[in-house]
């Protein structure tokens, strides 16, 4: 370890995982430690679930109920992957798919009012959801026939709305759009949180709902990806694609402190060693003394006998909640998988 690198990595997060591959693909001499002796981080899936029951506290032991505790991966942080997104692009762009299988995930769901509705994404399916009376049915397909020919580059498809300076909340009032309307367009669609999108520029909101749009046509069940055997999966995929370009990987090595000189960071001390580098990156737990608390995320579990009702029984499906439905400042997300990902034992389901 005394030696000195390009970059020194702390922390196996799927984000430190995608810097340390592409840093090493682009020949850069990579050292990537982790404290944990598993990878992920916050992005890893757990297993076996006896671990998951140990992490929370529960007990030792897994109910016998849940089948072989090897058969779970379960994972801390939950995510679906666009499948026309800028991830899927760079696992494809760095050959890291290779390492991996995904599955489509079956279903993308909105709740309105005490029930759950498929969310409409197309011209066809506008005109045949439950969600909207017949008037704003058709006010919302136009809306979506706007959104599929806008070009940013081509004035004739604006239609009068600019994407600098016309709003969006503008823009759903040049469509007519109701409150509900706009919730699932705004929270189901372009995936934003809080409603604080309203008062920005048109243009990033349009693009949010052609990548859904783009997405869903790659594969027509839904826009998202997920892949088999947990999100644990990817940070290891570009771990690998790293240690094939000569990064060096060290597991369980705690990291003592940073070495500081001259107001700058210049390597790390573990164990005794140092090991010196021109650039550090490393995940927020690593300097704690460094972060400033913005928010929290509140994050529930839920092991499943059966599949979610109303969901045409998906082995999987997002379900997103919006703020306004249950009176709250940012939306709630339901990601459902199962034992079709290699996730969960036979006849079980995961709800995060």
Known sequence: MDEEYDVIV???GLTECILSGIMSVNGKKVLHMDRNPYYGGESSSITPLEELFKKFGLSD?????MGRGRDWNVDLTPKFLMANGQLVKMLLYTEVT???????????FVYKAGKI???PSTETEALATHLMGIFEKRRFRKFLMFVASFDENDPKTYQG???VTTSMGEVYKKFGLGQDVIDITGHALALYRTDEYLELPCLETINRIKL???????????????????LGELPQGFARLSAIYGGTYMLNKVVDQLVIENNRVVGVKSEGEIARCKQLVCDPSYVPERIVKAGQVIRVICILSHPVAN????????IIIPQNQVNRKSDIYVCVISYAHNVAAQGKYIAI
């Open 98 to 108: 290779r390492y991996l299988d995904f599955k489509v995930v079956d279903g993308s």
């Open 117 to 119: 509705y498929k969310v």
């Open 10 to 12: 702390l922390g196996t």
């Open 212 to 230: 859904y749009s783009e997405s869903l046509a790659r594969y027509g069940k839904s826009p998202y990806l997920y892949p088999l055997y947990g």
């Open 61 to 65: 032991t897994a109910p016998e109920s």
């Open 311 to 318: 969901t045409c029984d998906a082995n999987s499906c997002q």
């Open 161 to 163: 709305v600019h994407p």
